[in-house]
């Protein structure tokens, strides 16, 4: 081989080594090493993130850095937050950058995706999870966020919390679950408040007991479509002894058979302690022709079976108000009084 040759071979492959996305080489954590993320303190910089959907407008970025400045706390956007790649917040390696680079700035404290929508797991290999293990901080946000927050621990046993994007609504429950959670570190627990209705009995805000009993695991979950489209990749933690929380919106009812059908099928729903169904907003197939199973008939067919404790309705999703949950940390179910309660604080 001629040296022009060999130092041609030598230059692709710095080139492919710079290329490569991060590996995280360390085996998954072990559901006992999960590690709690700092508790937030008033004027703390919070880290802002798109490592889904690109935020189009100028305004929408003034918004959402005044909810951050609303809550207390300093707003910091990440280099690329206002990137556009198609409908993605810029290039895959570019969002995790900008999680990466909030991981390792030592002024950041937490982590706030801007919005939902989808990319995050076209990132997750350029995620740093080492770093991530090494500076652990409190990241929120949810719907397509569900694939950062298991890829959070399933590769660095790291507790993150399922709430509010930066770009939502914040309605009164949502702020004050994230300043019990984050700020007071207290060990909460989560119920459906009751709907004001001139009615002799509640109508809205129920949940229905599946199979009653009480269970105590890791809280996991999130967005069913984004959950079961990791079903087979390292970024699925381990469901065994879980409680397993799920919610979807915009999802005909054979979608939610469909996914169910594939945990199910891949072993997810294996041995998991108990399961609550969030809200399923808009999930109505309108094609005529034909009819459909309800949503809560799927879940009799693929849930009760299980024989674990388990309820549905629970107010959490794609609704304009929802409380914080802490994915990772343990948690009691109680099926029949619908509730979720920590069992310590998520936050150290």
């Given at each position: 081989?001629?040296?022009?040759?060999?130092?041609?071979?030598?230059?692709?492959?710095?080139?492919?080594?710079?290329?490569?996305?991060?590996?995280?080489?360390?085996?998954?954590?072990?559901?006992?090493?999960?590690?709690?993320?700092?508790?937030?303190?008033?004027?703390?910089?919070?880290?802002?993130?798109?490592?889904?959907?690109?935020?189009?407008?100028?305004?929408?970025?003034?918004?959402?850095?005044?909810?951050?400045?609303?809550?207390?706390?300093?707003?910091?956007?990440?280099?690329?937050?206002?990137?556009?790649?198609?409908?993605?917040?810029?290039?895959?390696?570019?969002?995790?950058?900008?999680?990466?680079?909030?991981?390792?700035?030592?002024?950041?404290?937490?982590?706030?995706?801007?919005?939902?929508?989808?990319?995050?797991?076209?990132?997750?290999?350029?995620?740093?999870?080492?770093?991530?293990?090494?500076?652990?901080?409190?990241?929120?946000?949810?719907?397509?966020?569900?694939?950062?927050?298991?890829?959070?621990?399933?590769?660095?046993?790291?507790?993150?919390?399922?709430?509010?994007?930066?770009?939502?609504?914040?309605?009164?429950?949502?702020?004050?679950?994230?300043?019990?959670?984050?700020?007071?570190?207290a060990a909460a627990e989560f119920r459906n408040v009751p709907a004001r209705e001139e009615r002799l009995v509640q109508r809205r805000a129920r949940t229905v007991t599946l199979t009653p009993g009480v269970a105590r695991g890791r809280l996991i979950g999130g967005n069913l479509t984004?959950?079961?489209?990791?079903?087979?990749?390292?970024?699925?933690?381990?469901?065994?002894?879980?409680?397993?929380?799920?919610?979807?919106?915009?999802?005909?009812?054979?979608?939610?058979?469909?996914?169910?059908?594939?945990?199910?099928?891949?072993?997810?729903?294996?041995?998991?302690?108990?399961?609550?169904?969030?809200?399923?907003?808009?999930?109505?197939?309108?094609?005529?022709?034909?009819?459909?199973?309800?949503?809560?008939?799927?879940?009799?067919?693929?849930?009760?079976?299980?024989?674990?404790?388990?309820?549905?309705?629970?107010?959490?999703?794609?609704?304009?108000?929802?409380?914080?949950?802490?994915?990772?940390?343990?948690?009691?179910?109680?099926?029949?009084?619908?509730?979720?309660?920590?069992?310590?604080?998520?936050?150290?």
């Amino acid at each position: 081989m001629t040296p022009d040759r060999r130092a041609l071979l030598a230059g692709l492959a710095a080139c492919l080594v710079a290329a490569a996305p991060v590996r995280a080489e360390q085996a998954a954590p072990s559901p006992g090493s999960l590690v709690r993320p700092p508790r937030l303190r008033r004027g703390d910089v919070i880290g802002l993130v798109a490592p889904s959907g690109a935020t189009y407008e100028a305004d929408d970025r003034a918004i959402v850095d005044e909810v951050v400045r609303a809550l207390g706390f300093v707003p910091r956007h990440g280099r690329h937050s206002m990137d556009r790649y198609g409908y993605l917040a810029g290039q895959d390696r570019d969002r995790a950058a900008d999680v990466n680079a909030m991981f390792a700035d030592p002024e950041v404290k937490a982590l706030l995706c801007v919005r939902g929508g989808w990319g995050v797991a076209r990132m997750l290999p350029f995620v740093d999870f080492d770093l991530v293990r090494a500076n652990p901080k409190a990241v929120m946000g949810y719907s397509d966020i569900t694939g950062l927050h298991m890829a959070l621990q399933a590769r660095a046993g790291l507790i993150s919390f399922h709430g509010a994007n930066a770009a939502n609504a914040w309605g009164p429950l949502s702020v004050a679950s994230f300043n019990q959670l984050l700020v007071d570190g207290a060990a909460a627990e989560f119920r459906n408040v009751p709907a004001r209705e001139e009615r002799l009995v509640q109508r809205r805000a129920r949940t229905v007991t599946l199979t009653p009993g009480v269970a105590r695991g890791r809280l996991i979950g999130g967005n069913l479509t984004v959950f079961s489209a990791l079903a087979g990749t390292p970024y699925m933690p381990d469901t065994r002894g879980a409680i397993l929380v799920l919610e979807d919106i915009n999802e005909a009812e054979y979608r939610i058979d469909r996914m169910l059908t594939q945990l199910r099928l891949a072993g997810l729903l294996d041995g998991i302690a108990g399961f609550v169904f969030g809200q399923c907003t808009s999930c109505t197939d309108s094609g005529p022709g034909y009819g459909n199973f309800l949503v809560s008939e799927l879940l009799d067919q693929h849930i009760r079976p299980l024989g674990v404790p388990a309820f549905n309705g629970l107010m959490i999703g794609h609704i304009a108000d929802q409380p914080f949950l802490p994915l990772g940390a343990e948690v009691e179910l109680d099926a029949g009084a619908g509730t979720l309660r920590l069992l310590a604080p998520a936050v150290s």
